[in-house]
């Protein structure tokens, strides 16, 4: 996988616009997740492409992964 790929820096409708993060892995624990359909190469694409779209989505899921699980209780699972 590249090293970066495009994302949201915070909200599309914000001011910010994009940055270059490092490339995020879903499979990571504690929390692995995935999004449905093909995983597209990771690199930098034009904001607007469904690549783009699938990178700042998986980026999103991530962080908000590694955050939950920073708060969530040890032992703890998903129903």
């Known amino acids: 996988m590249a090293d970066n790929v495009i994302v949201w820096e915070d909200d599309p409708g914000s001011a910010l616009g994009t940055i270059a993060v490092p490339t995020p892995d879903l499979n ?3 929390y692995a997740l995935s999004i449905e359909g ?7 694409y034009d904001k607007g492409t469904p690549e783009f779209r699938y990178w700042a989505a998986a980026a999103a899921l991530s962080r908000a992964a590694k955050f939950w699980a920073g708060v969530v209780p040890a032992g703890r699972r998903a129903i």
């Open 28 to 30: 990571s624990p504690p």
């Open 38 to 44: 093909a995983v597209p190469p990771a690199k930098i």
